[in-house]
C-alpha cells in the first residue's frame, strides 16, 4: 500500500512539475523580444539614467499595450541586429528601419507606422513653413542626400556641405536660410540639442516618403500579425501622433 501511495505521490508531482513547467512556456511565450540599435536619438538610445527611450520605444510599446503582449527591448548592434532576427535571437526589429524592396527579400514588414522623409528647418523667427516660401534663398543640406535633392529641385539654392551639423551651424549664425534633412535627425539637432533648441524649429509637413517598418523574420505570421494589431489601435487612437509631437517636433 506504501508502495502504490509512493508511487501515486510520485506521479501526483511530476504532473504538477509538467503542468507549472508548461505554464512557464505559455507565459514566456507571450513576450516579444524586439532588437534595437539604441545609438540615434530620438528614435533609439540609452539617456543619462541608462534607460532605453525614444520615439521607436515609445511606439512599440504602446503597440504592445494595445495588442495585448509584452515586450523586451534589447540593445543590439546595427551590424549584427538582422542576423539575431534571422537566427530567432529577437522576434522583430524597430530601429528606424526603412523598409525597401532589397529588404522584403529577407524579411517581412509590418504596415509602416512613420514617414520619416525630409523636413525644413528654419530659425525661430522665420515665417516660412515650406520651400516655397524660400524661392530664391539658399538653404543647406548635407552633399548626396534626398534634402540636398529636395532643395536642388525646388525654387531656392543649395548650398551642400560635408556634414549635416555644419549647415545647422550656419543656419543659427544667419549665413543660411533654410536647412532640409531627414526627420529624426532634424529633430535631434533641434529637439535634442540644447545648443539650437531655442534658436531653431521644424516646420511643415514631412515632403518626402521615406517609411519605416518593424521588421519580422520571414514568415513569422504570427507576430507579424500582433504587431500590426497593435499599429492599427495606436493609428486609429492617434497615440502616433502623440509621440511625434513629443519626439519629432
Excluded at 539614467?49 to 504592445?64: L, N, Q, S, T
Excluded at 538582422?82 to 517581412?108: H, P, Q, Y
Aim: hydrophobic share 40%.
Amino acid at each position: 500500500m506504501k508502495k502504490t501511495l509512493h508511487i501515486f505521490m510520485t506521479l501526483l508531482m511530476l504532473t504538477t512539475s509538467m503542468t507549472l513547467f508548461a505554464s512557464g512556456q505559455q507565459e514566456s511565450d507571450g513576450k516579444i523580444v524586439i532588437a534595437s540599435d539604441c545609438t540615434w536619438p530620438p528614435m533609439e538610445f540609452v539617456n543619462e539614467d541608462k534607460e532605453i527611450v525614444g520615439y521607436d520605444i515609445d511606439f512599440i510599446r504602446a503597440v504592445a499595450e494595445e495588442a495585448g503582449f509584452e515586450v523586451e527591448i534589447r540593445n543590439t548592434a546595427w551590424d549584427g541586429i538582422f542576423a539575431s532576427l534571422g537566427n530567432g535571437e529577437c522576434d522583430a526589429v524597430i530601429s528606424s528601419v526603412t523598409i525597401t524592396d532589397e529588404r522584403k527579400k529577407t524579411m517581412d514588414f509590418s504596415t509602416p507606422y512613420i514617414n520619416a522623409g525630409q523636413v525644413l528647418i528654419v530659425t525661430k523667427d522665420s515665417s516660412a513653413v515650406t520651400l516655397a516660401d524660400l524661392a530664391g534663398k539658399e538653404l543647406g543640406a548635407q552633399i548626396g542626400t534626398t534634402g540636398a535633392i529636395a532643395i536642388d529641385e525646388s525654387d531656392a539654392t543649395l548650398k551642400s556641405y560635408d556634414e549635416l551639423g555644419l549647415a545647422i551651424a550656419d543656419l543659427a549664425n544667419g549665413r543660411i536660410d533654410g536647412v532640409v534633412a531627414d526627420t529624426p535627425i532634424a529633430a535631434n539637432y533641434v529637439l535634442q540639442n540644447d545648443t539650437y533648441k531655442e534658436q531653431l524649429k521644424i516646420v511643415g509637413d514631412t515632403f518626402t516618403e521615406e517609411y519605416y517598418g518593424v521588421a519580422v523574420k520571414k514568415g513569422n505570421a504570427e507576430v507579424l500579425e500582433l504587431i500590426n494589431k497593435g499599429i492599427k489601435a495606436v493609428q486609429e487612437k492617434g497615440i502616433d501622433k502623440e509621440l511625434e509631437a513629443k519626439w519629432l517636433r
